[in-house]
Antibody, heavy 123, light 106 residues
Framework: QVQLVESGGGVVQPGGSLRLSCAES????????MHWVRQAPGTGLEWVAFIRYDGSYKYYADSVKGRFTISRDNSKNTLYLQMNSLRAEDTAVYYC????????????????WGQGTLVSVSS | EIVLTQSPDFQSVTPKEKVTITCRASQNIGTSLHWYQQKPDQSPKLLIK???QSISGVPSRFSGSGSGTDFTLTINSLEVEDAATYYC????????FGGGTKVEIK
């Protein structure tokens, strides 16, 4: 069955960096776009970033553009999120999520989600 | 950016009652609207895709309708296990979520 397992969360000071990973199994990773979605404590969901199935196209929410970089290694079935210049408002649980459509270039719906990893930005 | 407005924000419902949640988009999104359920301390779960398409494994009491700017998620005969927050999400232009609707069991 499909499994998405995030790691790499933790506590970091404002201005610091962190890299999240998401290991995938149970499906042909290289055929699907992938997303990061976050949820600040006690609030709703916010889409963060998308990467096309082959890594050739990426796009970001305005709130993280220029600071976060999404990438993937299809040989390792792993998705990444490099987060730089972190701010207090980036504090959230970060979920990786699988796109529902094969070979989709712009992202559609999320059919599977990981369990999430908590990022806390605090001095 | 397309803004999704959900209503109500909160609903307290008795078991077996029918629940209706609405999601309004700030511009026409066709049927690129999806619904998720999130229970406390769990990841979200896909309930409905493309406004009205059912998802394997999701109970048939969950259904969706609408197109353009107005959408509805209906839970027929609410069960205790349906206590959760429900989110709509659009994929027509970039990706955005509604603010969520919390459903509590009376």
């Amino acid at each position: 069955q499909v499994q998405l397992v995030e790691s790499g969360g933790g506590v970091v000071q404002p201005g610091g960096s962190l890299r999240l990973s998401c290991a995938e199994s149970g499906f042909t990773f290289s055929n699907y776009g992938m997303h990061w979605v976050r949820q600040a404590p006690g609030t709703g969901l916010e889409w963060v970033a998308f990467i096309r199935y082959d890594g050739s196209y990426k796009y970001y929410a305005d709130s993280v553009k220029g600071r976060f970089t999404i990438s993937r290694d299809n040989s390792k079935n792993t998705l990444y999120l490099q987060m730089n210049s972190l701010r207090a408002e980036d504090t959230a649980v970060y979920y990786c999520a699988k796109d529902g459509n094969q070979y989709d270039s712009s992202g559609s719906y999320f059919d599977y989600w990981g369990q999430g990893t908590l990022v806390s930005v605090s001095s | 950016e397309i803004v999704l407005t959900q209503s109500p924000d909160f609903q307290s419902v008795t078991p077996k009652e029918k629940v209706t949640i609405t999601c309004r988009a700030s511009q026409n999104i066709g049927t690129s609207l999806h619904w998720y359920q999130q229970k406390p301390d769990q990841s979200p779960k896909l309930l409905i895709k493309y406004a009205s398409q059912s998802i394997s494994g999701v109970p048939s009491r969950f259904s969706g309708s609408g197109s353009g700017t107005d959408f509805t998620l209906t839970i027929n005969s609410l069960e205790v296990e349906d206590a959760a927050t429900y989110y709509c999400h659009q994929s027509s232009s970039l990706l955005t979520f509604g603010g969520g609707t919390k459903v509590e069991i009376k």
